[in-house]
């Protein structure tokens, strides 16, 4: 596990380092999407990236409690130092996918002054490092956002990025054991639910 975590962090040096990063996204206005990293966006298109990320992505890859996902937003524009990295990293990778799917949807209108995708991309990867080291299922749910991410961009959607990535959740969703439902673990029935949902997304994601 700790070689996985090793190829998961070079492939992200890999990530940033890549001489032709700005095909990221789709008619990136910038040279290089990780030079320029989002802020959040206004509150209400924030809350309009979440719920098009919650339509379009989470109902076939539910991998967050929705109540909590939402809690995260609202604490973003709250209180944000109460956010820890991975919860950071969501919010920003959220985005970057919501943002995505309003392109290609329509929903977005240039008067909404909406970033690019990779630029939210970007911002959330500066939280990635404090994140990647930890074998833990916000690790896990982690890379299920990246993959999530790289399956929606054309660039990487078929090269070892991806493939890499689904190995590496697949090997940490069984050292997690995700696949397992042993009753005398302590854990909550929400808890429960949400790990055998992320074990059907990442087996999803590997197949």
């Known amino acids: 596990m700790i070689v996985s975590l090793l190829r998961l962090r070079y492939l992200r040096l890999n990530l940033v380092a890549e001489d032709n990063i700005c095909d990221l996204g789709t008619n990136l206005r910038f040279?290089?999407?990780?030079?320029?990293?989002?802020?959040?966006?206004?509150?209400?298109?924030?809350?309009?990236?979440?719920?098009t990320y919650i339509v379009r992505l989470h109902m076939w890859r539910p991998i967050f409690n929705l109540k909590e996902l939402r809690s995260w937003f609202q604490q973003a524009?709250?209180?944000?130092?109460?956010?820890?990295?991975?919860?950071?990293?969501?919010?920003?990778?959220?985005?970057?996918?919501?943002?995505?799917?309003?392109?290609?949807?329509?929903?977005?209108?240039?008067?909404?002054?909406?970033?690019?995708?990779?630029?939210?991309?970007?911002?959330?990867?500066?939280?990635?490092?404090?994140?990647?080291?930890?074998?833990?299922?916000?690790?896990?749910?982690?890379?299920?956002?990246?993959?999530?991410?790289?399956?929606?961009?054309?660039?990487?959607?078929?090269?070892s990025y991806l493939w890499q990535i689904s190995r590496f959740a697949m090997s940490l969703a069984i050292e997690l054991g995700c696949h397992r439902n042993n009753p005398r673990w302590e854990i909550s029935s929400s808890e429960r639910e949400l790990r055998n949902r992320i074990w059907w997304c990442t087996y999803d994601l590997e197949r």
């Not at 290089?32 to 924030?46: N, R, V």
């Open 77 to 159: 524009y709250s209180s944000p130092k109460t956010l820890d990295a991975f919860r950071r990293f969501s919010v920003f990778l959220v985005l970057a996918l919501g943002s995505y799917e309003a392109e290609q949807t329509a929903t977005c209108r240039p008067t909404m002054n909406i970033r690019e995708p990779a630029e939210y991309f970007a911002a959330g990867m500066t939280f990635y490092d404090e994140i990647s080291s930890i074998g833990s299922l916000q690790s896990l749910q982690s890379a299920l956002l990246l993959a999530m991410w790289f399956t929606k961009v054309s660039k990487f959607a078929n090269n």
């Open 31 to 51: 040279s290089d999407p990780f030079s320029t990293h989002a802020s959040l966006p206004p509150k209400k298109i924030g809350l309009l990236l979440l719920s």
